[in-house]
C-alpha cells in the first residue's frame, strides 16, 4: 500500500462530517473543525481557537459551546418548508409550528428560538407547570399558539385559562378524560371560553427507541370512545365550538418517513369524521417526531432518518388535502411540535483528553533470553507462529496459555516480572491475531473474536461526565457523532473508545456512528505530552441539558454562546460559568460553610487545620472538573 498524506478530505470522510453535518460542521484548511452556523460556508468560525480563546480567559473545558443562529436557521428551515409544501399543492389553509419547550428550556435556547419564529408566528408547548410559565413569559406574536399537552392537574389548567382570559392563545390538549370536566369546571368559574384540544392515541405505531409514545398502549391520548364521548360532553353543555384542534404524537426521533404518512391517514381520517360530526376542529396538530440524521446515513436506523425536511412537509401536507378532498370537509390549518429537530444542532460538547489507559501493553514487545520458565516460550512460540492457517488453534492456545500463567503466579512458582511478559506476550499474539482478521478481510468473523478489537482498542480519558453532558449515551445508547476538534491533517493511529472521570464503569463512550453499522471504536489521534487534545460531541442540543445529572457531583460545565461575524470571525456573545463545588454541594442540601467547619475540627485549630480550611475555602468557588 502506497503511503500518501493524510488530507482534511481523508479526516472528513473517516468521521463523516460531510454526512451528518448538515452544512453547519466541516474542516477548516489547518485541519481544525469549524462551524458554519448559518450553512454559509464562508462564514465559519475555528472551534479550536475558540476553544483556545475561552481558555485565556480562564474558561476551562469541558465547555458547552451554543451556536444561536443555528437555531435560527432550524426555525427558518421547518417554517419554510411547510410554506413551500403548501404552496406546492395549493393547500389552502395555514401552518403554524409551536417549539415544544421540553427539548431545551434554558432562556438562551427559547428566547432566541421565539425571536426566529416571531414572523412565522411560531408558538410553544408546554408540558408543565414551570414549562407554561417560560411559555406565558415570551414575546410572542399575537397570534402564536400556546399548547399545554401532558398530564394536567387543576392549577395547571386554571394557569392556561388565566392566561387565557388575559387575551392569550392558550390551548389545552386533552391527554386523559378526567382533564375535561377539570377544564370544564375552571372555565365556567372564570367565565371563560376555553380552547380545547383533543389527543388521540393512534394505532398506527411509532418507531425505534421511542415508538412507545404512539400506538394503542401509549401512555398518552384518548381512545376513539373516549374521543366521542368528549365531544359529546361538550355538545351536552353547548360548548362544540370550544374544540379546535385534534392532536397526536408518534414519538420523537421518526425515521422511517412511511410511519409519518400512515399516521396521517389515520389521522385525517379522524379530523374528517370528526368535521363531519359538527365538531369545528379547525386545528390539525401531527405533533413531533421530525428526526436528525445523528449518522448521516439516511437510512432507517435509530440514529438516522430516511426522509428530508422538505419531504416530511410534503407528506404531511399532501396527505392531510387528499384525505379532506375525499372527504369534502374544510382543510384544517397545519400545526407541528418539532423539537428534537429544532434544537439538536445547535449544541456541542468540547472536552479534552487527560491521558490514556493502557490495559494492553501496547507499547511493549518481549524479546526473550532463554532463560524464561516453559510457559513464557510457550506463549512465544504461539506469537511466532500464529498466522492465517492456523489462528483459530492458536489463539484458543494462547488463552490457555494465559490461564496457566496466572495459575502459576497464584501458586508462587512465577515472578512479578515472568507475569508481566507473560502477559505483554498474550496482547502481542492478540494484536497480530487482529491484523490478520483484518487484512485477511475474511467473509464470516467467528463470534469468539468479534470482541478482540474492542478489547485492544486504546481508551482514552476525557475530561467529562457522560451522565452530565451525554445522558442519553448511558441511559438508551443514543449515538452522537464524536470528532477531534483539531489535528484532522494528520492520520489518527489510534483505534479507541472513550472513558470519562466519573468512578462510574458507565461512564463510557464506546458506540460510535458509522453509516453501515455501529462502530465499537474510533480512530483518534495519540495525545502528545504537553499540548491539549480536543475532541467534540456534536448534536447534543435536544434534551440533554436537563436530562444531564451530577453523578459523582459534577456539575454543568462551563458554557459559552457564539457568533459569526461577516468579517469571518466569532464573537463570544455570552458566558455562562460552569457550576461550583459549592453550588453542587448544595444541590444536595449540604452548606459548605458548614460542612468545611466539620464536628471533627472543631476545638483543635491548629496551623495545619488553618491551611486545610483555606484551601477548601478557596476550591468551593471552582467547577467540578479536573484543572489540567
Ligand atoms: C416531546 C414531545 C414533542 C417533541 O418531540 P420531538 O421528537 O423532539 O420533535 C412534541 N410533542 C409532544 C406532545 C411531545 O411530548
Request: with cysteine; net charge negative.
Amino acid at each position: 500500500m502506497a503511503m500518501k498524506n493524510f488530507t482534511i478530505q481523508d479526516a472528513s470522510e473517516l468521521y463523516g462530517v460531510k454526512e451528518w453535518g448538515y452544512g453547519y460542521f466541516g474542516i477548516n484548511s489547518k485541519g481544525h473543525l469549524e462551524v458554519c452556523p448559518t450553512q454559509d460556508e464562508n462564514l465559519s468560525m475555528d472551534v479550536f481557537e475558540i476553544v483556545q480563546h475561552l481558555r485565556k480567559k480562564g474558561v476551562h473545558p469541558p465547555l458547552l459551546l451554543r451556536f444561536p443562529q443555528i437555531l435560527t436557521t432550524r426555525v427558518q428551515e421547518i417554517n419554510e418548508a411547510f410554506r413551500k409544501a403548501m404552496r406546492e399543492c395549493g393547500y389552502e389553509g395555514d401552518y403554524q409550528g409551536v417549539f415544544p419547550v421540553k427539548t431545551n428550556q434554558m432562556k438562551e435556547v427559547v428566547d432566541q428560538v421565539v425571536k426566529a419564529g416571531f414572523k412565522y408566528r411560531y408558538g410553544l408547548e408546554a408540558g408543565s407547570k414551570p414549562e407554561l410559565m417560560i411559555a406565558l413569559s415570551m414575546n410572542l406574536h399575537p397570534e402564536a399558539l400556546i399548547l399545554c399537552n401532558g398530564y394536567k392537574d387543576e392549577n395547571f389548567i386554571r394557569m392556561a385559562l388565566l392566561a387565557r382570559r388575559a387575551g392569550r392563545n392558550v390551548l389545552i390538549t386533552v391527554e386523559k378524560m378526567t382533564e375535561l370536566p377539570l377544564i370544564l369546571k375552571v372555565a365556567k368559574e372564570l367565565k371563560v371560553e376555553p380552547l380545547v384540544g383533543l389527543r388521540a392515541k393512534l394505532s398506527a405505531p411509532g418507531a425505534g427507541k421511542w415508538e412507545s409514545s404512539a400506538g394503542d398502549h401509549a401512555k398518552f391520548g384518548l381512545t376513539t370512545r373516549e374521543i366521542l364521548e368528549a365531544v359529546e360532553v361538550m355538545e351536552k353543555r353547548g360548548m362544540l365550538e370550544s374544540i379546535r384542534e385534534l392532536h397526536f404524537h408518534l414519538g420523537s426521533q421518526i425515521t422511517d418517513i412511511r410511519r409519518v404518512k400512515s399516521a396521517m391517514k389515520e389521522a385525517t381520517r379522524l379530523y374528517a369524521k370528526l368535521r363531519k360530526r359538527g365538531v369545528p376542529i379547525t386545528y390539525l396538530n401531527v405533533g413531533g417526531g421530525l428526526g436528525v440524521d445523528y449518522d448521516g446515513s439516511r437510512t432507517t436506523f435509530s440514529s438516522s432518518m430516511n426522509y428530508t425536511v422538505n419531504e416530511y412537509a410534503a407528506d404531511v401536507v399532501w396527505n392531510v388535502k387528499e384525505i379532506c378532498g375525499q372527504e369534502q370537509v374544510p382543510l384544517p390549518n397545519l400545526l407541528s411540535e418539532s423539537g428534537r429537530a429544532v434544537v439538536a444542532y445547535h449544541q456541542m460538547v468540547v472536552v479534552d483528553i487527560i491521558g490514556l489507559i493502557d490495559t494492553t501493553y501496547a507499547k511493549y514487545k518481549v524479546e526473550l533470553t532463554g532463560q524464561e520458565p516453559q510457559i513464557i516460550k510457550d506463549l512465544a512460540y504461539t506469537r511466532d507462529h500464529i498466522s492465517v492457517k492456523n489462528f483459530a488453534e492458536m489463539y484458543h492456545d494462547a488463552i490457555t496459555q494465559k490461564d496457566e500463567l496466572l495459575t502459576l503466579f497464584n501458586l508462587g512458582y512465577l515472578s512479578l516480572e515472568d507475569r508481566a511478559k507473560g502477559e505483554t506476550i498474550f496482547w502481542e499474539v492478540c494484536r497480530k491475531l487482529s491484523r490478520i482478521l483484518s487484512y485477511k478481510s475474511l467473509k464470516y468473523i467467528p463470534e469468539e473474536f468479534q470482541d478482540l478489537s474492542k478489547s485492544l482498542a486504546d481508551k482514552l480519558i476525557a475530561n467529562f461526565s457522560v451522565f452530565q453532558s451525554l445522558p442519553d449515551h448511558w441511559a438508551i445508547d443514543q449515538l452522537f457523532p464524536v470528532m477531534p476538534v483539531h489535528r484532522l491533517k494528520e492520520k489518527p493511529t489510534l483505534s479507541a473508545t472513550l472513558c470519562d472521570i466519573t468512578c462510574d464503569s458507565d461512564g463510557k463512550v464506546d458506540k460510535f456512528i458509522d453509516l453501515k453499522d455501529v462502530r465499537d471504536e474510533i480512530p483518534l489521534h495519540e495525545p502528545k505530552p504537553g499540548e491539549p487534545y480536543y475532541l467534540a460531541f456534536f448534536m447534543t442540543g435536544a434534551y440533554q441539558d436537563t436530562l444531564g445529572m451530577r453523578h459523582n457531583l459534577f456539575g454543568t460545565p462551563n458554557e459559552a454562546h457564539v457568533v459569526v461575524n461577516e468579517d469571518e470571525d466569532f464573537r463570544i456573545q455570552q458566558i455562562v460559568p460552569a457550576q461550583t463545588i459549592d453550588e453542587v454541594l448544595r444541590s444536595v442540601h449540604y452548606d459548605p460553610a458548614q460542612l468545611i467547619e466539620g464536628p471533627a475540627r472543631k476545638g483543635k485549630r491548629g496551623d495545619a487545620e488553618e491551611d486545610l480550611r483555606s484551601f477548601l475555602v478557596e476550591q468551593r468557588k471552582l467547577h467540578t472538573y479536573l484543572d489540567v
